[in-house]
């Protein structure tokens, strides 16, 4: 039995022992809850946000940041390509590391990979995206991506035509790696396994990744996010150091690492793409904890998601944080100010949409989440999805914690009314 085999069907049982862990920190008062989600202890095993504690390192005073302020951007795409396994350019001091039998071996297996992703779900997801999201993406030039870690990959895969994708998510924002970081014999396995997971199940297993990849000094979303976008065919051309000010306004990152942030701000990087076809594309990406008990205090990054303009929001493996009543304001900001919405389960529960404010499009198979989310089942997805009059169409690919094609769903929510000031 190949050791993939293996782990996918050791998942169940997993899955199944996080729970018992994670369903008792869920039946205190709800002040209690919301503290608790704060340091991730809510399904933080499968969870695309982490705990606080890391928000808080990464704005320590360290040398690391330092690497960011004034980036080489011909190294951050040469990065890229090395942590992707694809071939740095020719005048890249990389080429003497890409030569080595491990790298060369890495780059072989990550192919192998990346082309089975492709068959599986890239060239799927295009395809469907391109017929079922076609109106969608002529009339969404800004994606929001709340809880999603460094998944630029899926929000690129459904979104190919945006510029500008705002990414948020409780794990620290991480620098360019350096190239000690490189040269350590750890590091290209430790990538291999956290992406693992995502070319499978389409999700990140975030307590694996984090520790795999704090061991090799991977230090954020950021290096991931730079391996994703030159695996989706997109060229770095800068990357910047960012913050959200107490009142939501994008700054530069201060350049004096010694001097202690302010308590309000909100740590960011700006990542500036070229497309597959040359259309220039921003990324941004903040750690942020998005629960109502921690936006009471720093609101900036509802401050800076209110003046973004009409949304396209996207969702998926959000641990059903949206479905409790301690992510209000969150899940209001993304209520008011989307023109579109497509998510999977784990989103915003039904009962948060306005009636006759949206029109809906199922699509796949709405049956009952993992055991870990047992208590998110929702009837009324139940209803609509075998309503025989509009009945729910096809999803050529697998998505969200229930991975397999045969159980994945998603719902595109067109919003129906204006929207609001």
Known sequence: MSLRTAALRLLPAALLLLSACSESNTKTEIATSARE??????????????????????TKATPRPIRLTVPDTAYAQD???????QQPSQHSDLTKL?????????AQDQDKSWDKYRATHTTRMT???????????????????????????????MFP??????????????????????????????VKTSLWSVLNFSFFRTNDMAVDLKSVE???ALPLMMLFATRTGNQITVIRPVQLDATGQLQDA?????????????????????GPNGQPKTVYYFSADLSDWKLTSKSAPLEFVRHLGPLTTYVKSATYLMHKSYFNKIRRVILRRSRYILQDDSGIAMKYFQKGAWQFDYYGTYRRPINLFAKQYQPELTTAYRDTLHRPK??????????RQTDSNLLLAKRLVPLAD
């Open 254 to 274: 201060p350049t004096d690492t010694t001097q202690t942030p302010n308590p309000k701000s909100i740590p960011g990087v700006e990542m500036k793409l070229l």
């Open 127 to 157: 395809q469907w995206a391109n017929t079922e999201l076609d109106s969608v993406h002529a009339n969404s030039p800004t994606i929001f991506y709340p809880f999603s870690g460094p998944d630029f990959l899926n929000v690129f895969t």
């Open 98 to 106: 890409a030569a080595t039998p491990a790298w060369q071996a890495f």
């Open 218 to 220: 991977l230090d954020g």
């Open 394 to 403: 096809a999803l050529p690919f697998g998505t969200g914690y229930n991975w």
């Open 79 to 85: 990065v890229a390509l090395f942590l992707g396994g």
């Open 37 to 58: 989600e704060t340091m991730a202890t809510t399904a933080d095993a499968l969870d695309s946000t982490k705990s606080a504690s890391p928000v808080a390192s990464a």
């Open 161 to 190: 035509t945006s510029q500008t994708y705002v990414l948020m998510g409780l794990e620290p924002v991480g620098s360019i790696p350096a190239r000690t970081t490189l040269e350590n014999p750890k590091l290209l396995p430790a």
